[in-house]
């Protein structure tokens, strides 16, 4: 009983967090202090619930206590009268809408994600700050996908909460004006944070899912929220490819499969022929960007669920315009692999030997595609070191068995 109620609470708080966040911030309009309020109430459920009993509402029993926290924060603080009704308010209005027989309450995790992303704070914040707020991702795993220390990113976060506050920055969807200079953040934030889920990069398995899930959902309010705008469309569109082939990823064992080998029928069908609609809506618009160009490329590869082929040239056209417009390491490496299999391995090494080694000295794609370039071009020696390097960089475990697999292969006395 004591283990199922402290369960209940772990996974009450981690599929609410972000919810529950972005509702107590829109309204308390202090983001450190709503982050306080819910961090007591969920160590409260976890005293409370193993000797009481399970809630039939934990998110809203975790509301209700985060809500006595804050209203106890502003009396503390001597909160002026008008904040302190306009909370009261706003508690009252979900207790409400909750009583009403709907168990929820509103989800404002669209103007959150806007706050996290304002042009007010530091761009070197918005994603890390999007990923902890909207999506409870802890600092030190947002600090190893950034590349940083644990310190430095938990540094940035707090400064960009204080900033936030301090500088009144309004919990709102902005107008259509404003919408260009402040979409481009929200999308990346939203990709990066289905990245994570997709990588694996933050540890569990249920975990990885669920966060892959909650970008989707965000990518879809998103979509709702701007109907004709064809980069939304592109995002979501790129997010549906990619979630498509989810159950193509593992093995039978549950060994890692890369997508060429994945067998193309276990594709979701469904979710391709929504991704394929997004992307020819988005079309009709004629402002072709990078999203649209990502989604594009995953079109081509969810061809072959239908021709059982994958057309490289295409693919090679479309890494050409994608890294006009946005030049990262990512899609570099990418369009090397994919101009090895037009052109050979030894023209795929060509373009990895010019890369800047400040750009891929820790970046495991690199190596990856490296060590399988070099290894089909019989360079067995710097193979070796090349996925030795790559299992170093790897954060998942799978990714690590299956190059470790690989480079067995090639050196069967590897020890």
């Known amino acids: 009983m004591v283990l199922d109620a402290r369960r209940a609470a772990e996974q009450a708080a981690r599929q609410s967090y972000g919810k529950l966040i972005a509702f107590l911030a829109v309204r308390f309009r202090d983001m450190p202090a709503a982050e306080d309020a819910l961090s007591d109430a969920i160590a409260a459920a976890l005293t409370t619930w193993p000797e009481r009993g399970i809630p039939d509402n934990p998110e809203a029993w975790l509301l209700v206590a985060a809500r006595r926290n804050l209203l106890r924060r502003a009396r503390h603080e001597n909160v002026k009268a008008l904040a302190r009704d306009r909370l009261?308010?706003?508690?009252?209005?979900?207790?409400?809408?909750?009583?009403?027989g709907n168990p929820t309450f509103p989800d404002e995790r669209l103007k959150l994600l806007f706050v996290c992303t304002h042009p007010a704070l530091d761009r070197s914040a918005h994603t890390p700050l999007m990923l902890q707020t909207v999506l409870a991702i802890d600092a030190a795993t947002i600090a190893r996908a950034f590349l940083v220390s644990p310190q430095a990113m938990s540094q940035r976060l707090v400064r960009a909460k204080i900033k936030i506050r301090d500088a009144h920055i309004p919990f709102v969807i902005p107008d259509r004006s404003a919408l260009p200079d402040r979409l481009e953040s929200?999308?990346?934030?939203?990709?990066?944070?289905?990245?994570?889920?997709?990588?694996?990069?933050?540890?569990e398995i249920g975990k990885q899912g669920s966060l892959a899930d909650e970008a989707i959902w965000l990518g879809?309010?998103?979509?709702?929220?701007?109907?004709?705008?064809?980069?939304?469309?592109?995002?979501?569109?790129?997010?549906?490819?990619?979630?498509?082939?989810q159950g193509a990823r593992r093995g039978a064992s549950g060994e890692y499969v890369p997508l060429d080998e994945q067998n193309h029928m276990l594709w979701d069908a469904e979710m391709i022929a929504e991704a394929d609609d997004l992307l020819r809506q988005a079309g009709v618009y004629g402002r072709f960007g990078p999203f649209q160009c990502q989604a594009a490329i995953q079109s081509v590869h969810a061809e072959r669920r239908r021709s059982g082929s994958t057309d490289w040239q295409a693919l090679a056209k479309l890494y050409e315009a994608l890294l006009m417009m946005k030049p990262t390491t990512g899609a570099r490496v990418s369009q090397v692999a994919v101009i090895a299999r037009v052109r050979g391995a030894g023209a795929g090494l060509d373009l990895l030997n010019r890369m800047a080694e400040r750009d891929i000295l820790n970046y495991q794609p690199y190596w990856a595609v490296r060590a399988h370039?070099?290894?089909?071009?019989?360079?067995?020696?710097?193979?070796?070191?090349?996925?030795?390097?790559?299992?170093?960089?790897?954060?998942?475990?799978?990714?690590?068995?299956?190059?470790?697999?690989?480079?067995?292969?090639?050196?069967?006395?590897?020890?």
């Open 88 to 100: 009261v308010m706003a508690f009252e209005e979900a207790e409400e809408h909750m009583n009403a």
């Open 186 to 203: 929200v999308l990346s934030a939203i990709y990066a944070a289905y990245g994570l889920g997709w990588d694996g990069a933050e540890g």
């Open 220 to 245: 879809r309010a998103l979509h709702a929220t701007l109907p004709q705008e064809p980069e939304a469309m592109g995002l979501l569109s790129l997010m549906l490819y990619s979630q498509s082939r």
């Open 373 to 415: 370039l070099l290894a089909e071009a019989g360079e067995l020696e710097k193979a070796v070191n090349a996925y030795r390097s790559a299992i170093g960089l790897s954060s998942n475990e799978t990714v690590r068995q299956f190059l470790q697999q690989r480079l067995d292969r090639i050196s069967p006395k590897n020890d």
